[in-house]
């Protein structure tokens, strides 16, 4: 495999102190790095030295209504806002991505392209934006709602709010300054373009008061993987996280989605299909195993059954006894991939509550696997040699630990496999990922 082409892709997906829902418990964490931006800062910096594509923020708009006395168990409820911490990352790394989550729901378009604009300049071409849509009432009664809009409307939504990002970013051509003190002429105006947008949902003027990104558009990422959420990506997405747990169905997730881009008149290398994995590494498989149910045995159980009450649409389990089934519930307006992959993942295994909370607590709802790096290795390449994943978003479950042990340890087998870069070739998230530079849609 030495002289392979094709290499994964990897994106380190940076959380608090770490994925797994009691990482901050952990004897060896230090739960005080969760409020610290220098943990932030050695966080990015180990990743680039891992020559990742790409380091990777969520986000949400407010703490979920429950029990205050519930809510202090957990360490969710730290969030810094992402793109202020990726301007501060770009001015201490020098080749790694920057992606960061920003919901089309409560943000005007405008200043969704200004912002992401203006961290690709200052990254010189680094930047990524996770498109997402707010999919929680909590969230939507921190923006004068009493609930979220319903799923089918928030992403029609998002595909306008797409269209408008892309039209402001176009605004300006690529050179488009002059800079001529003799004739008094700042930028031609040849180039510069009023997008004028009326639409469903929004009517924007522009331009934007700078130049097109560098990248000319920064990368655009999603994360739904439900049939919406598919449709949104195949038009508009240049990579996708999802959640899979088994080779058959993230194959024919990747083969589906790949499939939807024809329709767009897109190839399917222009969309990389990465799914979320969490790596246990110990120096034998038994160590590693031995390593992850030292972290189960931390969950509070309270916590575990309020985190899948959550993902599963705030459905009351307060009635049912840990060691029931999952139940039956109504379909939400929340994350329906996440809800049905949850559900499957039940009804395949006939689990319990509690061993449903304890599947989602580690990595909620993306596949865990443990092992020897070489396990570890194996598994990536078999996925992603049998067209289930273009490359994979890493998820450590303790941090700084887990991403140390997967730069030392995995990331050189995968090297000696030819299955992973060993130097940046290029300078922007673009050509680490290999996607072409959009072309305006006024050249």
């Known amino acids: 495999m030495a002289n392979q082409k094709r290499q994964i892709k990897l994106g380190a997906f940076l959380q608090s102190v770490g994925h797994h829902l009691a990482a901050w418990r952990h004897p060896d964490v230090d739960p005080e790095n ?46 810094w806002e992402p793109l202020t911490v990726l301007s501060a990352l770009a001015l201490n790394t020098s080749k790694i991505g920057l992606i960061s989550t920003v919901s089309t729901s409560y943000l005007q378009p405008y200043h969704l392209a200004r912002l992401f604009a203006s961290l690709d300049h200052l990254s010189q071409g680094r930047a990524g934006w996770n498109l997402v849509t707010s999919g929680t009432d909590f969230e939507a009664r ?6 979220q809009t319903p799923h089918s409307e928030r992403y029609r939504k998002a595909r306008e709010y797409v269209d408008v990002v892309k039209g402001l970013w176009d605004g ?41 990104p560098v990248q000319g558009y920064p990368v655009i990422v999603q994360a739904g993987s439900s049939e919406d959420g598919q449709n949104l990506a195949a038009a508009t997405a240049e990579v996708v996280f999802t959640a899979q747990q088994f080779l058959p169905a993230a194959q024919a997730f990747y083969r589906g989605l790949k499939e939807k881009l024809a329709a767009h008149g897109r190839d399917e290398d222009s969309l990389k299909i990465m799914p979320g994995v969490m790596p246990i590494i110990g120096r034998t498989a038994e160590e590693a195993e031995e390593k992850y149910q030292a ?65 989602v607590a580690g990595a909620r709802g993306h596949r865990i ?27 450590p479950a303790t941090l700084p630990q887990g991403l140390d042990e997967f730069v030392d340890q995995v990331i050189p087998e995968l090297q000696r496999r030819g299955l992973f870069r060993t130097e940046y070739t290029g300078n922007t998230l673009r050509e680490h990922l290999e996607l072409a530079r959009p072309r305006s849609q006024y050249a």
Request: net charge negative; no cysteine; proline share 4%.
């Open 369 to 395: 696997i443990t092992g020897t790096a070489s396990d570890i290795a194996d598994q990536l390449e078999l996925w992603f040699t049998q067209g289930a994943a273009d490359g994979f978003n890493i998820l």
């Open 172 to 212: 300006w051509d690529d050179n488009p300054y002059l800079f001529d003190k003799a004739a008094g002429q700042f930028f031609d105006p040849a180039k510069l373009h009023y997008l004028n947008h009326e639409g469903e949902f929004f009517s924007v003027a522009g331009p934007l008061q700078s130049a097109r």
């Open 295 to 359: 972290l189960q045995n931390l969950i509070d159980p309270a916590v575990g059954i309020a985190l899948l009450s959550a993902f599963l649409g705030n459905i009351d389990l307060s009635r049912y006894s840990i060691d029931d089934p999952v139940p039956d519930f109504p379909d939400t307006e929340g994350w329906q991939s996440r809800q049905q992959l949850l559900v499957d993942l039940a009804r395949k295994d006939n689990l319990s509550i509690r061993q449903l909370y304890q599947k």
């Open 142 to 147: 921190n923006f004068s709602l009493q609930q």
């Open 34 to 79: 969760a409020t610290r931006f220098s943990h932030l800062q050695q966080l990015a910096q180990t990743a680039e030295r891992g020559k990742f594509d790409a380091i990777f923020f969520a986000d949400a708009l407010g703490l979920p209504h429950i029990d205050q006395a519930l809510l202090s168990k957990g360490a969710v409820t730290y969030f």
